[in-house]
């Protein structure tokens, strides 16, 4: 049951492609809180996604936006501002992209050329979107920005590819500008590390289904679901996380904690026994 968390808070939520996307059930979490919202994404994603569907649902309008283009997100702050009468509350970072995960490119044989896109699309644009929201003054006194990242920034996950290395610069730059932007203006700049998720995107990484179930009999509470995760940004959104910035924040049904699970011990001395 909603509780009007987000009554009288505007956003604008980046990212949602389809119904599986983290970003669209946040957008529909966000409104049945009480916000109001933009939707944006890059032409390519508009086109490919679904997003006119979630913006009847929400009520809300589409401004396309590359995240990588200054321009673009200049222009996007000052429509979203108009259409939504005033500042922002919150903006939800849900942009990730890697050229060497969609074309099965290996780490170690990466070209630079991709590997600077992936860094770009997926990390940079986290820095472009602070940026243009400061440059704006788009942004009310204990306003949040919430950016989804994963615990390959912190361990190696081999199939994660390059992902992992723009997932740990993602967090970087959401503790160095949350310092900046804490002392300029109260807001807040947070990632929020979720369990493997069955997105469009989480899904074409090599190995995803391992990964899923592994970490399933891993984390005491199993994985985080995107409803889950749509409305713990929420609450990050909300007043009740006023004080909260700078921090990377595990949302993974204590995975990030767990050394080893009795399930993970069983399954491979079971495995070791059938082979006897």
Sequence with gaps: MANQLLKGKKGIIFGALDERSIAWKTALAAVAEGAEIVLTNAPIALRMGKINELAKQCNAQVIAADATSTADLDNLMQKSM??????????????????????NISYTETSYEN???????SALSLHRVCQAAMKADAMNEWGSITGLSYIAAQRTFPGYNDMADAKALLESIARSFGYHYGFAKKVRVNTISQSPTVTTAGSGVAGFDVFFHYAEKMSPLGNASAEDCANYCVMLFSDYCRMVTMQNLFHDGGFSNTGVSTGIVEQIQKAGSDQQ
């Design 115 to 121: 590997f600077l896109k992936t860094l770009d699309i």
């Design 82 to 103: 108009e259409l939504l009468g005033g500042k922002m509350d919150f903006i939800l970072h849900s942009i990730g992209m890697s050229p060497n995960v969609r074309k």
